[in-house]
């Protein structure tokens, strides 16, 4: 049976950004280091297939890990963009009323983002949104400039990069089928019948991690949740987008309603909505939503013409909370919660992992202390 330091199961953006602060806060004579991606290619789940917003931190509870990583993480991010040359662009996003019965929300939304320390955060009337973005339609609107986007794959490969300079090695189509937390370390079995015995595992499998972390013999079963697939569909603009700010409506209950987001060429797309599926492979667009995102966007942009919309892809998120409950906090499970040494999982890490992902490679460090 081999032997390594520590695995981190999963090469998302998430995978990666933990598996590089692991590994560089390691010894030197401590650093065989596995990152384990069952696909074959890195960050081909929830990381591709998301909206690319660097969030500012602004919708969620206060005191949740949440609010703090998402703040964190947006510097950080920021930070690490700027050093590493990973394309990115702080274009800021105007969050929209589009009817006066969604101002108190909007209220509600500035008191919540300066209680999570946002400070930055303008509101705007009417006149003064539609003067930014002529297009626009609204009764008033929060402009959030801390808001940006980013090149999630050319992050994901500086990541890896950091972690393979180190001497980590990420290995792909290496599938993890169960393990045994026992006194001598953690043992990975593969699907390929290998074994790898490890002194410490993260579990950031994302869709799968629940599933995983059932097949783990020594923890608790109640330590481990109840996955739910929240899939978003996302619908691409033909033509030239009108707006140079990202557009969200005030937000849903499971997500944050049908924005309009711009890619780093300035292309536009629209999504996600919420429909809750029973598989996380469930990726096809669903095409009998179209309607319905033409109703939801023609409430901030009237002007969208027929036919201007094409079906684009679909992302799931990682849900841990189900259709009629509250949203889940991220959960980062480690020794002090399940009593495995060595062991830390991470479960329901949805929006805004990407912004938080830095941030959250520093708290399963914590974890692990």
Known sequence: ??????????????????????????????????????????????????????????????????????????????????????????????????????????????????????????????????????????????????????????????????????????????????????????????????????????????LTAPWLASKFEGLAPHHVPQAYFAKGNYFTLSGKSPFSHLIYPVPESAGLGVHLTLDLGGQAKFGPDVQWVDRPDDLLVSAEHEPLFYNAVRKYWPALADGALQAGYAGIRPKISGPNEAAADFCIQGPSVHGVKGLVNLFGIESPGLTSSLAIGLAVLKALQ
């Open 1 to 206: 049976m081999d032997k390594v330091d520590g695995i981190v199961i999963g090469a998302g953006v998430v995978g990666l950004a933990v598996a590089r602060a692991l590994i560089q806060s390691a010894p030197e004579a401590s650093r065989e280091w596995l990152v384990l991606e069952a696909a074959g290619a890195i960050g081909t789940g929830t990381s591709s297939r998301n909206s690319e917003v660097i969030h500012a931190g602004i919708y969620y509870p206060q005191g949740s890990l949440k609010a703090q990583l998402c703040v964190q993480g947006r510097e950080m991010l920021y930070a690490y963009a700027a050093e590493r040359g990973v394309s990115h662009q702080r274009c800021g996003k105007l969050i929209v009323a589009t009817h006066a019965s969604q101002l108190p929300a909007l209220e509600a939304i500035l008191q919540k983002a300066r209680a999570n320390g946002v400070h930055d955060l303008m509101m705007l009337t009417a006149e003064q949104a539609m003067a930014m973005e002529p297009a626009l339609a609204c009764v008033a609107a929060l402009l959030s400039p801390s808001t940006g986007i980013v090149d999630s794959h050319g992050l994901m490969l500086s990541l890896q990069g950091d972690f393979e300079n180190a001497g980590g090695i990420v290995a792909l189509n290496a599938c993890v089928s169960s393990a045994a937390c026992g006194a001598d370390g953690i043992v990975l079995r593969m699907a390929d019948g290998s074994e790898l015995l490890a002194q410490t595992v993260v579990n950031a499998a994302g």
